[in-house]
């Protein structure tokens, strides 16, 4: 049959696979008319939920006293653990160290003890100031190091990954180093934070509103607190307005607390706290502490990596997990380590419980192993950029493709996109007019860097890499197209829609995306590890198949053809000599009880993982860039400019460049923002102050670099028969950004004359970049 959509059609059609069609939505986010929950028109009877949290960072809860709460005007109903009918659980690996609601001990300050049901939300948040809770208070500790001198207790069991002797390499080896460096974290600041509306219906039913990245899980969490099954709850996801990954489990408590008030008071509820309530009791970017040794000899070639990635992870293990383990697959970067031995430390924190973020624990093990590259460019006395190309990973055959897991890399391109964009750029020739310009100038100082980026694509649990869709043709010829992938404004919806006008050749007018829900398409797996187009545009494409085949044997029997005579062309179907509009031929087809519906399914194929061997093949393919950034910073003051960030990067076959390269430049600036200016802080008692956008800073427009070159890399194509042999986008352009951290850290070298390694921790403040010079200039 016609394989269109699978392989890039040249079809004249409005919409058509890797077009830069326009975001379905886009028109609604800059008029103000696209709806996210707190838009919905409210239920009758609306009630407002808010949370109780706790004013300690470790206690047990000796007594509560919640009169004074129940009392307020309009408040309706007050709970606890206790009321829950279920599991008070809402953990999302089935480990049960989650409680929706503390009962007896509580594990970071703000964690949630009680909620408020009340007749309006400013009701409800006034109310739940007014409880009275004794506590026994118990020792805590909120980072890393606190974590380490209290025993190291882990909330997950740690990795290793090792290949070859990497220990007696590293006696052997020409010289050798050793170095720490701190990561911080980041909190995902969407413009549309928690939220989650429930409207109670017959029986054990509700149905809920969640702003989610993942509707099954909610569907689940729901079902596991109400002691009810998964088919009584319906979850529902329009939009979101930002995700990032904090929506991947973070929402359990607010759709479960929500529904569970639903179906006690027989009335819709509504929960969404205010950003400060947010950013302190939902988790962030886990902190990371990289302890590292490297060996390599007089070249600045790697012969041994020895490393231990210490993560903040929190008082539960959330994804912690997954995420320390993304951690060391990617502290390779984009070199082939001779001999490697890898240790995760998931450690237990008392704080809020960190998760997943963009990039998953892999911008810090891509951080980590950068630093260990630029590390040995200062120890030989060579540019970071020749280091490292000396230590790309190599050409199948070239004895340099296996990973620290033993998977090996048979897709590389990083050299083309690094040399390319090292010609496109002008690196060298920019590279000495810094040097020369830091020689004469007095207070200024600039730094240039370029960067690589690999990252690998697909669920590491290997379960996760599945999808559905459901695609019906009505009478009309208008398509309506529903999968288990949720859009958070990263055009996922458009991308899937293209895929079907593509199969069908018709315009994109003709499909309808609707809202994803459990209702449609069944055990879904989140919207995260950037593999939403990858695995629903697959299963939409299953789906256009399906009926396709009915179709053209539909058309052949009909006029005693072959199926190679009938073709789909742009708006119409042709039957050897015979044109038809395909509304009519739909139309046809309907009449001649042709099954118009169908279910798509797909999974990744290839991929396993053994996590207690180290070993296996977790990664379906991966995605490579590379970034160069300029920067000026001010060695009074430690104030920077980021001047100048050209970016080449590869998603293969775009099904959508317009939107890709907006993916690209979002991505970039986020990282920015994690690796400069955003800072968390707890202070001793384990509060959080960086709960505000008074306190905690994101980058502004203002910020983005004053020269922003990005371009794709057209003439790439994913060797794996992905959708339209695209790639995926959401997650590897993040890591772009450390090209900006490297950047700050040549010009603080330059105070040295580049002598020595300043070790500039993230995030470089400018009060961290200031320190650095001033340790540099004391040397």
């Known amino acids: 049959m016609d394989k269109s959509a699978f392989e890039n059609p040249k079809a004249v059609i409005s919409g058509s696979m890797h077009g830069s069609t326009r975001h379905d939505s886009a028109h609604k986010h800059v008029t103000g008319t696209a709806d996210y929950i707190d838009d919905i028109p409210e239920p009758v009877n609306l009630l407002h939920g808010a949370l109780g949290l706790s004013d300690r960072a470790h206690a047990d809860i000796l007594s509560i006293d919640l009169s004074a709460v129940k009392a307020y005007p309009g408040v309706v109903w007050v709970f606890t653990g206790k009321d829950v009918p279920g599991l008070n659980d809402v953990s999302s690996n089935g480990m049960h160290d989650e409680p929706l609601l503390a ?75 050793t170095g720490r460096m701190r990561i911080g974290g980041q909190e995902h600041f969407y413009l549309e934070g928690h939220i989650a509306m429930a409207i109670p219906g017959e029986d054990d039913e509700v149905t809920v509103w969640s702003s989610t990245q993942h509707p099954s899980e909610i569907q689940h969490i729901v079902g596991h607190v109400l002691n009810i099954p998964s088919h009584a709850v319906t979850v529902n996801v329009r939009r979101m307005g930002g995700g990032f990954g904090g929506k991947e489990t973070q929402g359990n408590q607010f759709a479960a607390l929500a529904a569970l008030a639903a179906k006690k008071l027989k009335r819709a509820i509504k929960f969404r706290p205010d950003r400060d309530e947010d950013m302190v009791a939902t988790g962030k970017r886990h902190d990371f502490m990289v302890d590292y040794e490297v060996g390599f000899d007089g070249d600045g070639r790697i012969h041994a990596v020895d490393a231990t990635y210490a993560a903040r992870c929190g008082f539960s293990s959330d994804l912690s997990g997954p995420v320390t383990d993304r951690a060391l697959f990617h502290a390779d970067s984009s070199y082939f380590y001779p001999h490697v031995h890898l240790v995760s430390k998931p450690l237990k924190t008392h704080t809020v419980s960190n998760t997943a973020f963009r990039g998953f624990g892999g911008p810090q093990g891509m951080l980590g192993g950068e630093r260990m590259i630029e590390e040995i460019a200062y120890a030989v006395g060579k540019d970071p950029l020749e280091i490292r190309k000396l230590n790309f ?39 000495n007019a810094v040097i020369e310009f830091n020689r004469s100038s007095r207070y200024i100082r600039k730094g240039i860097a370029l960067t690589p980026v690999k990252f690998g694509i697909s669920f590491t649990m290997t379960a996760f890499n599945q999808a559905g869709a459901l695609v019906h043709i009505y009478q009309d010829g208008s398509i309506h197209l529903n999968h288990g992938g949720t859009e958070m404004g990263q055009g996922l919806y458009i991308k899937v829609a293209q895929v079907l006008a593509d199969a069908f050749q018709v315009d994109i007018e003709r499909v309808k995306i609707t809202a994803t829900t459990t209702a449609k398409v069944p055990n879904t797996s989140a919207t995260a590890a950037s593999s939403g187009s990858d695995l629903n545009g697959m299963a939409a494409y299953d789906a256009a198949r399906q009926i396709k085949e009915r179709l053209v044997a539909f058309a052949a029997e009909k006029w005693g053809v072959g199926a190679e005579e009938v073709v789909f062309l742009p708006n119409r179907i042709r039957v050897r000599d015979v044109e038809i509009p ?63 960030t050209d970016i080449l990067h590869d998603v293969g076959r ?40 008074s306190t905690y800073k994101i980058p502004l427009a203002s910020d983005r670099p004053k020269t922003f070159n990005v371009r794709l890399a057209e003439w790439a194509e994913n060797t794996e028969p992905t959708i339209g042999r695209s790639k995926a986008v959401g997650e590897p352009p993040f890591m772009l950004a450390i090209s900006v951290l490297e950047a700050l850290s040549m010009a603080v070298a330059s105070v040295r004359d580049y002598k020595v390694c300043p070790r500039l921790d993230a995030p470089a403040t400018p009060e961290r970049v200031l320190m650095a010079v001033e340790r540099l200039k004391a040397m």
């Open 103 to 177: 009962e007896t001990r509580v594990e970071f300050h703000g964690q949630p003890i009680f909620a408020v049901i009340a007749e309006t939300r400013d009701a409800a948040r006034r109310a739940a100031t007014l409880a009275k809770i004794e506590y026994a208070d118990l020792p805590h500790w909120s980072d890393i190091d606190g974590a380490l001198e209290n025993g190291g207790a882990v909330v997950y069991e740690p990795m290793t990954l090792k290949r070859g002797e990497a220990k007696a390499e590293m006696a052997n080896a020409p010289r050798r180093l």
């Open 393 to 431: 990973y190599g050409q199948p055959g070239s004895g340099r493709t296996t990973t620290p897991y033993h998977q090996e890399v048979e897709d590389n391109i990083i050299h083309l996109i690094v040399d390319e964009l090292e010609q496109s750029c002008d690196y060298q020739a920019r590279r």
């Open 582 to 644: 395909f509304p009519d031929f739909i139309k046809q087809a309907y009449f001649g009880r042709v099954q118009l519906s169908a279910a798509g399914f797909y999974k990744t194929p290839k991929i396993h993982w053994d996590r207690k061997a180290g070993r296996g093949t977790p990664f379906y393919y991966f995605s490579y860039g590379a970034s160069c950034t300029e920067v000026s910073i001010d060695t009074l003051t430690g104030e920077y400019l980021i001047d100048r």
């Open 654 to 693: 775009s099904l959508n460049p317009a939107i890709d390269i907006g993916q690209v430049e979002g991505a970039f600036v986020q990282g920015m923002g994690w690796l400069t200016t955003e800072e968390l802080w707890w202070d001793d008692k384990g509060r959080l102050r960086t709960h505000a956008p």
